[in-house]
């Protein structure tokens, strides 16, 4: 690709309303993001990429930072822990940034996540759900539910729905892992009877064979992992082939893109994710405006977590008055936050507890199906346990 290894100078020179030259002083505080802006998932990247820009670009219009202007220092990631390694490093060795957000996926947020915490620079990630990211060390934070978290709420939205009978399709990655690894924990415990699993891989888009299994199981429910881009023809296939068991996905599904692909066939699909597009929280619906008046399209979840993951970061800065290294991770450990994906507070370990949101495609869009709430089946993990 182009940009092996560089930061995505194109991306920071149109975006001068947020950076100047390294010389000047309207912009010093730097903070670092990987996104994967080319490759399988560089819609994902842009999004991402849209949401942490549009946090900088309010805190800059209210003042920055201490008197000084924020700047991005971006890095594309391609998805890619090859590729997170050594953005990972010149952030931190070369860029000096104080911060760095993550709006990339699980494998290359794990990969840099090392080099963070060795750096002693506060990481705050978006999106990536998987468990060892946080467990790196404790310059890692993250505002979205961990994977087993938003597994275990998938159980309980199969209980809700008096559903029994469950067939788990897995995406074989650290995401599809995380998510099983979660459903299967709480599944006994919710009286669910998993009848079938399969695994497929990331490049999958036929499906033949998986139909075929599937409606021999004929369960009463599907939940399948994966992304917009494997699950848009996953849906489809399944409902061509006459399987009408609900299908359950997850936030790899939360765009507009799954439904553009998968058609008619995205009615009723629900998933469990962070961002309620219905919520009358007025964080929420301000960041939906916003959003989709600085970019021209509807926001999804990947995008409200990568803002609120850089509006936390924005707000840690404000009370270290700049300053990056132990006590901004001490202001961050500290603070609470009113976010488009819910008030949030982070544990010991650096997970927050908040509830899922469960969302239905209906008429083309996602729109509120119900919200989850079970603080002890949902509770992340602690430092103790």
């Known amino acids: ?174 995401f599809g892992q995380a998510l099983a690894d979660g459903f299967k924990e709480a599944a006994p415990k919710l009286g669910l009877n998993i009848i079938n699993e399969y695994e497929y891989g990331m490049a999958d888009r036929q499906f033949g064979p998986l139909v075929s299994k599937l409606k021999a199981d004929n369960p009463d429910v599907i939940y399948a992992s994966g992304y917009y881009f494997t699950a848009g023809p996953m ?22 893109k799954f439904i553009e692909i998968a058609g008619p066939a995205a009615e009723g699909t629900l998933i469990t994710t962070s961002l309620d597009r219905d919520s009358d929280a007025p964080a929420t619906k301000t960041f939906l405006a916003d959003y989709r008046k600085a970019v021209g399209s509807n926001a999804d979840m990947v995008a409200a977590a990568s803002y609120t993951a850089t509006a936390v970061v924005v707000e840690g800065l404000k009370k270290t008055g700049g300053k990056g290294g132990e006590a901004l991770k001490k202001a961050l450990a500290a603070g609470s936050y009113d976010t488009p994906i819910g008030k949030l507070a982070f544990n010991d370990l650096h997970e927050v507890k908040k509830d899922i949101q469960v969302q239905i495609v209906k008429d083309k869009a996602f729109h509120r199906h119900s919200v989850i709430s079970d603080p002890v089946l949902l509770a992340p993990p602690t430092k103790s346990k």
């Open 235 to 256: 849906v489809s296939q399944l409902r061509a082939a006459g399987i009408t068991a609900p299908v359950i996905g997850q936030e790899g599904y939360d765009s507009d």
């Open 1 to 174: 690709m182009k940009h092996r290894h560089q930061p995505t100078v194109a991306l920071l020179a149109a975006a001068a309303a947020l950076t100047l030259s390294a010389g000047s002083a309207w912009a010093d505080i730097k903070i670092g993001v990987n996104v994967p802006l080319t490759g399988f998932a560089a819609a994902d990247g842009k999004s991402a990429l849209e949401g942490v820009k549009l946090a900088i670009a309010k805190a800059n219009a209210s003042g920055g930072v201490a008197g000084q202007k924020l700047e991005l220092v971006v890095y594309d990631d391609q998805a890619s822990p090859k590729e997170a390694v050594p953005a990972a490093t010149k952030m931190v060795e070369k860029d000096g940034v104080v911060a760095a957000v993550s709006g990339s996926y699980s494998g290359p947020t794990r990969a840099a996540a090392a080099i963070f915490q060795r750096g002693q620079v506060p990481y705050v990630v978006g999106y990536a759900i998987h468990p060892e990211i946080t467990l790196t060390g404790d310059y890692m934070f993250r505002v979205s539910a961990m994977g087993e978290v938003q597994g275990r709420g998938g159980a309980k939205l199969v209980q809700n729905m008096g559903k029994k009978n469950v067939v788990i399709v897995t995406v074989k990655n650290d």
